[in-house]
């Protein structure tokens, strides 16, 4: 029999292809989760049961939560990457990585075909198929879901009449959790006029009051929290925890979709937000005015390029080169103030501060210029400005 990949989730589209592929097509069903963070052991173990009791060859979990925080979430704090000022790429991020996870184990298997079971209306199907594309070219691309335009009523009863029941009753929200931010879709969010309620978050407020979170970068990276020394993927989820309680994170994203329309989604991402502010305060203390400029733009570019589904374009690995560089001082403590659905930077400490006393207070004293100097500088300034103007009447 031929073998196929499926990049299987759990839920009711990819249940509905790890039988259609077998029964249908007269495949070897492999299935195969990537695990980018959003899943516990518990929800793992009953991935896989699912997996069996739907015939599949063999499943397994791929944990690819390092990978992607050493090759995505990293650049995106560098870059403080939020789409349209909003955004921070949560779980749309996950999604390459998840592709080149299962490409990876197609290969190692000697898979024929690769499947997922994304539909056509949004973003991840050009995810999965790009990258497939550009990795497996050899392999068939199957999307039974996308292809046949198939409702949920006709996948359970399928799955039904095939001998496999389960619960697939359809949540009032579609939840996607990650590592780097929580997706949150319903009603609400399909028209323009109207907002998510505070119960269709998964994370509700349970503090009052305030509280004081500190946070410490070493060369861009978190280091500590609070005091106690994480890094990485534990950082994050340190920090999630602390600022879920608080209900801080929760916004809406509009913008454009990889397939042309405008598109809105709600989200949670408490650990993103807080990571990614602190560190662009420390960089405002930290980093040249140039420095700060073009990392803007770069950032920018790296995020678009990235929910574009635009990864494995070289260019990408160039602006990485840069945004590492770029970090080499970004190191010390940022003060935060924590309060029900919102925060407050404070303020910064670092041995990196250009913020120095010893020149100058803005607006108060100056001890590195005199004011001569600045009649000077200011009637150099000021000559392309006066030349141009005594030319032309344009004000």
């Known amino acids: 029999m031929k073998k196929v990949v499926l990049a299987y989730s759990g839920g009711l589209d990819t249940s509905f292809c790890v039988k259609y592929l077998s029964e249908e097509l007269g495949y070897e069903v492999y299935t195969a989760l990537a695990n980018t963070g959003g899943f516990s052991a518990e929800e793992l173990a009953s991935v896989e049961a699912r997996a069996y009791a739907l015939g599949a060859k063999k499943h397994v979990n791929l944990d690819i939560t390092g990978d992607y925080y050493d090759k995505c979430i990293k650049y995106m704090v560098f870059g403080n990457v939020l789409r349209n000022k909003t955004y921070p790429i949560s779980v749309s991020s996950e999604r390459t990585f998840q592709a080149l996870a299962i490409v990876a184990y197609a290969n190692e298997i000697g898979a024929d075909a690769i499947a997922h079971g994304s539909t056509g209306a949004g973003n991840d199907q050009v995810r999965f198929d790009l990258t497939f594309e550009v990795f497996a070219p050899q392999m068939e691309i199957i999307t039974p879901t996308r292809d046949m335009k198939l409702s949920r009523e006709y996948e359970i009863n399928y799955l039904r009449e095939h001998g496999f029941e389960a619960d697939f009753t359809k949540m009032e929200y579609s939840i996607n959790k990650g590592l780097w931010g929580t997706s949150v879709g319903g009603k609400e969010t399909l028209c323009s006029a109207t907002n998510l309620p505070d119960h269709a978050y998964p994370s509700q407020l349970s503090k009052e009051g305030t509280e004081q979170l500190e946070l410490e970068f070493c060369c861009g990276e978190v280091s500590a929290v609070n005091g106690e ?162 030319v032309n009447d344009d004000l």
């Open 229 to 390: 020394k994480c890094s990485g993927v534990d950082a994050i989820r340190k920090i999630e925890a602390i600022g879920s309680a608080w209900a801080i994170g929760r916004d809406t994203h509009v913008g454009d979709t990889i397939v042309g329309i405008k598109g809105r989604v709600g989200f949670e991402a408490a650990a993103p937000m807080l990571i990614i502010k602190a560190h662009e305060l420390l960089e405002k203390h930290t980093l040249t005015k140039w420095q700060q400029y073009w990392k803007e733009q770069l950032g920018n570019w790296y995020g678009m390029f990235l929910h574009e589904a635009m990864y494995s374009e070289p260019v990408m690995r160039d602006v990485e080169k840069f945004l590492d560089n770029s970090q080499r001082n970004v190191s010390g403590k940022v003060y935060i103030t924590l309060r029900p659905y919102g925060f407050s930077l404070v303020g910064i400490s670092s041995e990196h501060d250009l913020m120095n006393s010893s020149f100058a207070a803005y607006g108060e004293d100056n001890k590195a210029w005199t004011a001569d100097d600045v009649k000077g500088f200011t009637k150099i300034l000021s000559m392309p400005l006066k030349i141009y103007n005594k």
